[in-house]
Nanobody
Framework: QLQLVESGGGSVQAGGSLRLSCVVS????????MAWFRQAPGGKREGVAA???????TYYTEAVKGRFNVSRDNAETLYLQMTSLKPDDTAMYFC???????????????????????WGQGTQVTVSS
C-alpha cells in the first residue's frame, strides 16, 4: 500500500517562501507521475505542478510558473519549492501519485485528479498580505 505524507506547510507573509515535501513509502515504481494539487476553501482542487515520465519532465500551472519549482529525488521524495508567495496561493496542498498523467498534460494542458490513485492528507499553506 502506497503512503504519501506531506510536510512543510505553514503561515508566511506575501513574498515569502516555503518548501513542501512529500515522502512516499511503499512500492512506487509504476507511478511515473507525482504531483502537487491544491484546494482553497470553497474551491476546486487544482493541479499545481508535477514530475512525470521516465525523463522526469515537469509541469506547472500558469499561476505558479516562475515562482514554484517541483523536483523528485531518487529516494522518492517529492518537493515543491515555493517563492514569491501570494495570498492567492493560500490552500491545502496535496501530494499525489499515479501511473500516467502525460496524456492529460499534453492534450488538456492540466493535471486531472482521475489520473492519480494515491493521495496524501495535505499540508496547509497560508499566505497573508
Amino acid at each position: 500500500q502506497l503512503q504519501l505524507v506531506e510536510s512543510g506547510g505553514g503561515s508566511v507573509q506575501a513574498g515569502g517562501s516555503l518548501r513542501l515535501s512529500c515522502v512516499v513509502s511503499g512500492y512506487n515504481r509504476n507511478n511515473h507521475c507525482m504531483a502537487w494539487f491544491r484546494q482553497a476553501p470553497g474551491g476546486k482542487r487544482e493541479g499545481v505542478a508535477a514530475v512525470y515520465g521516465v525523463d522526469r519532465n515537469t509541469y506547472y500551472t500558469e499561476a505558479v510558473k516562475g515562482r514554484f519549482n517541483v523536483s523528485r529525488d531518487n529516494a522518492e521524495t517529492l518537493y515543491l519549492q515555493m517563492t514569491s508567495l501570494k495570498p492567492d496561493d493560500t490552500a491545502m496542498y496535496f501530494c499525489a501519485a499515479g501511473p500516467n498523467c502525460m496524456r492529460a498534460i499534453q492534450t488538456l494542458g492540466v493535471l486531472v485528479e482521475i489520473d492519480f490513485a494515491h493521495w496524501g492528507q495535505g499540508t496547509q499553506v497560508t499566505v497573508s498580505s
